[in-house]
């Protein structure tokens, strides 16, 4: 009896134990994940423009691969094609392919973000398309209730719904394509034409100027004076010849 209350004993202090260190034990962190962003997208239907972007710019093997190696997650907003359809015409094919890939990284944050994150997280939103404090790729982010607002300086969007989510990847379909500020902000003013130098002449200009332009009063007064002179010549000549004849 002796021997099996020892025993009892011994095995209920090696339980406890193990059930201390377990307690102990820091949660694990999520495993990578081996998830096809194309591949979720194509299942919820309506981003065949998005699709479309993500491969010719081979921003979905990006996003891909680093969801593969590491555990910090990707949160991609994703316009349905009617949002694309309500671009003005032509607006894809008047930037340039490196101006696309900005594009499609400024919808990607290079962090796993639940709807209820977006409720603390401070604002401007570091985005793939670079650092947002220059200025050049502001994404900001509010919430009222459950609903979750974007601006970019260009458009106000809405998080229309949760396509997809495993605390490794979440995907968000919005109702506006998300403009840059950098790529489709307003272009910069022209600078103001210089003014025309004034050319100075007559009295106004200054002392030792080499203007030497002259008004038509200027000359007319020195005709008189030259013709006046001549006269007083001519009287003086008659009077000498008087006096000599």
Same mark, same amino acid.
């Given at each position: 009896m002796a021997v099996l209350s020892f025993f009892t004993f011994f095995t209920l202090i090696i339980f406890l134990h193990s059930a201390t260190v377990s307690a102990q034990s820091p949660a694990a962190a999520p495993a990578p994940s081996a998830t096809n962003v194309t591949a979720v997208l194509e299942k919820a239907g309506q981003f065949t423009t998005l699709i479309k972007l993500l491969k010719s710019t081979r921003m979905a093997d990006q996003?891909?691969?680093?969801?593969?190696t590491s555990n910090q997650g990707i949160t991609l907003f994703a316009p349905t094609d009617n949002?694309?359809?309500s671009l003005k015409s032509g607006t894809l094919n008047s930037i340039s392919e490196q101006q696309k890939l900005a594009l499609m990284q400024f919808h990607v944050l290079p962090n796993f @973000?639940? *709807?209820? #994150?977006?409720?603390?997280?401070? !604002?401007?939103?570091?985005?793939? /398309?670079?650092?947002?404090?220059?200025?050049?790729?502001?994404l900001n982010v509010t919430t009222a209730g459950n609903q979750v607002n974007i601006t970019t300086g260009v458009v106000n969007a809405t998080v229309?719904?949760?396509?997809?989510?495993?605390?490794?990847?979440?995907? @968000?379909? *919005?109702? #506006?394509?998300?403009?840059?500020? !950098?790529?489709?902000?307003?272009? /910069?003013?022209?600078p103001a034409?210089?003014?025309?130098?004034?050319?100075?002449?007559?009295?106004?200009?200054?002392?030792?100027?080499?203007d030497t332009s002259t008004t038509p009063d200027a000359s007319a007064a020195m005709g008189l004076k030259h013709h006046g002179m001549?006269?007083?010549?001519?009287?003086?000549?008659?009077?000498?010849?008087?006096v000599f004849l």
């Open positions: 996003i891909d691969t680093q969801l593969s949002a694309f359809s @973000y639940s *709807v209820s #994150q977006f409720q603390t997280v401070s !604002n401007p939103l570091h985005t793939q /398309a670079g650092n947002s404090n220059d200025g050049q790729f502001p229309a719904n949760t396509i997809f989510t495993d605390n490794q990847l979440a995907v @968000y379909e *919005v109702d #506006q394509v998300l403009l840059p500020l !950098n790529i489709f902000g307003p272009a /910069a003013p022209a034409p210089s003014a025309p130098k004034k050319s100075v002449k007559g009295a106004d200009a200054p002392s030792g100027s080499s001549i006269a007083v010549s001519m009287g003086v000549a008659a009077i000498l010849a008087a």
